[in-house]
Nanobody, 124 residues
Framework: QVQLVESGGGLVQSGGSLRLSCVAS????????IGWFRQAPGWEREGVGC????????YYLSTVKGRFTISRDNAKNTVYLQMDSLQPEDTGVYYC?????????????????WGQGTQVTVSS
């Protein structure tokens, strides 16, 4: 069974940083586009950004561009979401997802495999 596991979430003060990891088990992430999504309380889940299998030109939601960086280490079967200058509005559960059906997408229906999420809380 394909499985994605996120880690690295936690509580951080406004202006702080966190690095989330997305690790795959039972399959290799090489060849998959990986997206990061988040869901704040009372809000629909939204795409934060994505990175293609080649790792070139990650795509970001406009509100996180310049603050968030997605990278991947295929040798470790891991994708990272580095989050800097965090703000309270970045609070939410963060999910990673994988697809082979798109190379640049933050549209949920494009993704086939999902992790369970990790909580990120940014205090003011």
């Amino acid at each position: 069974q394909v499985q994605l596991v996120e880690s690295g979430g936690g509580l951080v003060q406004s202006g702080g940083s966190l690095r989330l990891s997305c690790v795959a088990s039972r399959f290799t992430l090489d060849g998959y586009t990986i997206g990061w999504f988040r869901q704040a309380p009372g809000w629909e889940r939204e795409g934060v950004g994505c990175i293609s299998s080649s790792g070139s030109n990650p795509y970001y939601l406009s509100t996180v561009k310049g603050r968030f960086t997605i990278s991947r280490d295929n040798a470790k079967n891991t994708v990272y979401l580095q989050m800097d200058s965090l703000q309270p509005e970045d609070t939410g559960v963060y999910y990673c997802a994988a697809t082979q059906r798109a190379t640049e997408s933050i549209w949920e229906p494009d993704y086939d495999y999902w992790g369970q999420g990790t909580q990120v809380t940014v205090s003011s």
